[in-house]
């Protein structure tokens, strides 16, 4: 790469730097730091704002860099998060948007915590949170270091490690400065930066061909090497019943993962009403929809345009696929156009990490002070230095992300967000529905659905190929390998909702009626919401 | 049972702006073109008696006007969530153990995989229209006339 791509994505970048600070600053000013306004953002967003605030906290740089990558080199295959990821929001729609913005305040913790013994669920709930927060942010992270590989030309380690603890740097300033207002602000100009860029690049792949998107599917195809089996399933999960269950794998955790993010569900919370939540549901439903529609087409085009066997050899696994692609379709390597357009993608692909990053790091923060420290430390500790808590708890995330981002800076980004939406599919998910519509749901039903999902899910992905016993394992040199699939999903989401049902059915409490009306009453009506 | 409005004292009127977007005749279950006006009223006519949160919560999770609200909730989400869940289980289950029959072209370099693929997007904004209009034709004004009568009493017991 030459040093011009450097100088004007940097540049870009820095552009988008100065402006996201300028707006933590801007509506960080005067305000007194309660509760409301560093988790919540004072409750005042519109539905669109939201919209689009949830799409910025979703379309993250594993979709955008990660999805892509993985149609250009497997095509049929790669589709299949870009489905998943979307179909994942009608359970978000349906089953738990509203529910969550009139049952909680801050975290997904609070609509469990409402209706069992406070302390047990919140610290169960909170170490859940902030793991599947944790994993979340690492794959965010691992993709910010290698698109600078990228930019700054081969592997060079040092400006890689430097990337990774600036992006946790700024993701903490954010964070602590401007709480959820400030990271809202960020999304949306995030989620307004990547919809354009990505509209750019489809039409321009989209023009390439004519609009004729049947001769992109042959030439995707032909340049891909691997014919027509590339238009099918079956060419990266396909090859035996390990791989197949993989995918199955792989399809439930996706499916189901979205609505235990923490993230995601705290941004409910920004909006006043649980009607304002569903509309910004459904504006984000277009948005996200409109993006990974993109995204197959980008996939497509850079298999077609740069070739996958280009793709791979640029990154093992992919994820640098758009931005050859956005070189490409500029007019090739040295040409202004070219240089433009990748700088350009470049700078946005930035941009959505950081704002990723900002918004899983504001949750897992908020999971900390709000649900760890109140239940651990003296219940009678004031509102305000719980919002204390929390800024210093975004630096300690951050720390942790930063060191896990540099143990795990090979692996393919979408792959490991697939890792934490099994984690959270299986730990929040089963806990959160039991808590909305199951009467009989106990505390120990409740801590019991998420260590039995949160544990079997981390404790198979420790013993997968993905860390040990495979030429591309984090330790290839040991063999830990007792479990077959990279996803931990298929076992592990059903244990969640088993281990929850049987502490349930084997515990002595007695379910509280009248909490539960009040949960049943709250939740679908908004009687007494915050 | 009461009409609508009846007790309310014209709190929430037809014009509020919360009520911006109501529509009618699409969807409608039983043809009426006020779904929502059908839901009885939650609150007790003797306003003499109250009780504890607790209490009232418990009233009003007992109410018609709540029962009817939740039902009409679940009667629509539960199926909803059975069709989408198993018809994305299916595409996905097809698609490793059935490539062969995935990659059957359709037209030109189109194949059913594609189709399915582009389905699962197509299925899920009809289905999030769906819910979308549901919620506000069947569900919205009768929870806000609950949640208003709920929080009255809650206030008024407050205030005891």
Known sequence: MTGDHQTLALLLFSAFVAVTLAITTWVSRGRQGSADEFYAGGRLFSPMENGFAIAGDYMSAASFLGVTGLIALFGYDGLLYSVGFLVAWLVVLFLVAELVRNCGRFTFADVVAARMREKPVRIAAGTSSVTVCVLYLVAQMVGAGSLVALLLGGTNGAARTWTVIGVGALMVVYVSLGGMRATTWIQIVKAVLLLSGAITLTALVLARFHGDIDQLLRTAAERSGHGDAYLAPGLKYGADWTARFDFISLGLALVLGTAGLPHILSRFYTVPTARAARRSAIWSIGLIGSFYLMTIVLGLGAAALVGSDAVRASHASGNTAVPLLALDLGGGAGSTGGTVLFAVVAAVAFATILAVVAGATLASSASVAHDLYASLRRPGARQRSEVAVARVAAVGIGAVAIALSLLASDLNIAFLVGLAFAVAASANLPVLLYSLFWRNFTTRGAVWSVYGGLVPALALVVVSPVVSGSPDSIFPGVDLQYFPLENPGLVSIPLGFLAGWIGTVTSREVPDAARHAETEVRSLTGAGAA | ?160
């Open chain 2, 1 to 160: 049972m009461e009409k609508y409005d009846g007790g309310g004292g014209g709190r929430v009127r037809p014009d509020d702006p919360w009520y911006d977007a109501l529509a009618s005749g699409w969807g409608e279950l039983d043809g009426t073109t006020a779904p929502a006006a059908a839901v009885p009223h939650a609150r007790r006519e003797s306003a003499g008696r109250t009780g504890t949160a607790a209490e009232i919560y418990l009233e009003v999770q007992r109410s018609p006007a709540f029962q009817e609200v939740r039902s009409r909730y679940r009667r629509f989400v539960f199926p909803g969530v059975a069709v989408f869940f198993s018809w994305y289980l299916a595409y996905v289950v097809t698609a490793t153990t059935a490539p062969d029959l995935m990659a059957r072209p359709v037209a030109g370099a189109v194949n059913i995989a594609m189709l399915a693929g582009l389905g699962q997007f197509l299925s899920t904004f009809l289905l999030t229209w769906a819910y979308a209009r549901h919620a506000r034709l069947r569900r919205d004004r009768a929870a806000l006339e609950l949640r208003w009568n709920t929080q009255e009493e809650l206030t008024r017991e407050s205030e005891r």
